[in-house]
């Protein structure tokens, strides 16, 4: 693929429902929640802001078993994997077995209240656990309220030994 991912219209479109969502059930705009308060309108800008900002971004689908659709270039670092291979993993695959419970509560309790906050353990492609402190999970919807998925935030992590 010769152009970056945030250029495909797919993803400016996700991106969108990403941060219209968190800004509807947070009340503050996504880049204000990480103190970035350059506000750009421009849907592409946008799309480029959050795929190369500082913090980590994924979403994924209304699957039964559901597939991310969106991490930004921060996400795929951690998770040590390509754009096209991200878009091709079920959200269940970054946690451990021990962590699977806490993760679906996790999800049902979003699923219920719009958004949770949450700390937990994750793992990336080859094996590298890390600990996310202050996360955010929170529920996508498109302009005619259609839920379209869940998305997570956060930029408190560290690599466990």
């Known amino acids: 693929m010769s152009s970056s991912p945030w250029q495909q219209e797919k993803v ?14 947070l009340g503050c705009s996504l880049f ?13 800008e946008v799309s480029k802001q ?10 994924h689908g209304t699957q039964p078993d559901p597939i991310f659709n969106y991490g930004n270039q921060k996400a795929l670092d951690i998770w040590e994997l390509t754009w096209n291979e991200f ?3 079920p959200s269940r695959k970054t946690a451990e077995a021990i962590e699977q419970q806490e993760r679906n509560r996790l999800l049902k309790e979003t699923t219920e209240k719009g958004y949770s906050h949450f700390s937990t353990i994750r793992i990336t ?7 996310i402190n202050n996360g955010i999970v929170w529920n996508v919807f498109d302009d005619v309220q259609k839920y379209q998925g869940q998305a997570a935030v956060y930029s408190d992590f560290y690599f466990l030994p």
Do not use: C, M, Y
Request: glycine share 4%.
């Open 32 to 44: 204000e929640h990480f103190g970035i308060n350059n506000v750009i309108n421009d849907p592409r």
């Open 87 to 89: 878009i091709q993993t």
């Open 12 to 25: 400016i479109l996700r991106t969108q429902l990403i941060v219209s969502s968190f800004e509807h059930w």
């Open 50 to 59: 959050l795929f190369e900002a500082d913090f980590i971004v994924a979403s």
């Open 125 to 131: 492609n080859t094996g590298k656990r890390f600990k």
